[in-house]
């Protein structure tokens, strides 16, 4: 089955500043690449998502970068903000077995200090 | 548009009691359904996904159950729970296969004491 593994599990951040998020996949069919944020307490939200057609997708401060090639993907949020505070978590689609199934990382805890 | 329900929000419950949870997708047909379980301080992991009415595949060996009643309608079960299964469990739904999308229901804090 997929493997994804993710990195850094802790980040912290100046207001103001970039962080990057970092995950690495393991099955070469699997074409969807979604990103949640989940605050403490609360359930994971879709912040943002790549198919494996795109190399890389833009919605505000955030982005994601696909590399086919390496079996990586990226998140990147610019002009962090105290709210952007929360563990992020990547995850890609294994194809085989059906259900539409997520592999998800072990989450990155992102805090972005003042 | 589409809601999803759990309940009951915080469940603490004895060693080698049962559990029942239970999540409603509403606003859809037809939804592929998946429950997520994530220990404190962890990763989620997929216990169970259904396709449809009646139909259920489990990820992971554990004494834990799902069954689907009804196409919207997704319950997690335990005839005696563990101290090991607490934790913050999820549901999620997703449309088609086609769009991938997955979004996760409120989700049940399980304490087993």
């Known amino acids: 089955g997929e493997n994804v593994e993710q990195h850094p599990s802790t980040l912290s951040v100046q207001e103001g500043d970039s962080a990057v998020i970092k995950c690495t996949y393991s099955?070469?069919?699997?074409?969807?690449f979604p990103w949640y944020k989940q605050e403490l307490g609360k359930r994971p939200q879709l912040i943002i998502d790549?198919?494996?057609?795109?190399g890389e997708k833009k919605d505000q401060r955030i982005a994601v970068t696909l590399n086919k090639t390496a079996k990586h993907f990226s998140l990147h949020i610019t002009e962090t903000q105290p709210e952007d505070s929360a563990v992020y978590f990547c995850?890609?689609?294994?194809?085989?077995?059906?259900?539409?199934?997520?592999?998800f990382g072990t989450g990155t805890q992102l805090k972005v200090e003042l | 548009s589409q809601t999803i329900h759990q309940w009951p929000a915080t469940l603490v419950q004895p060693v080698g009691s049962p559990l029942s949870l239970e999540c409603t997708v509403e606003?859809?047909?037809?939804?592929?359904l998946y429950w997520y379980r994530q220990a404190a301080g962890r990763g989620l992991q997929l216990l169970f996904y259904?396709?449809?009415?009646?139909?259920i595949s489990s990820e992971v060996p554990q004494n834990l159950s799902a069954s689907r009643p009804q196409d919207r309608q997704f319950i997690l079960s335990s005839k005696k729970l563990l101290l090991s299964d607490s934790g913050f469990y999820l549901c999620?739904?997703?449309?088609?296969?086609?769009?991938?999308?997955?979004?996760f229901g409120p989700g049940t804090r399980l304490t087993v004491t």
């Open positions: 999620a739904w997703s449309v088609e296969v086609a769009l991938n999308e997955q979004y």
């Open positions: 099955d070469s069919a699997s074409n969807y």
């Open positions: 790549i198919r494996s057609n795109v």
């Open positions: 995850a890609a689609r294994e194809l085989t077995g059906g259900g539409n199934k997520l592999t």
């Open positions: 606003g859809t047909s037809n939804p592929n």
């Open positions: 259904s396709v449809g009415i009646g139909q």
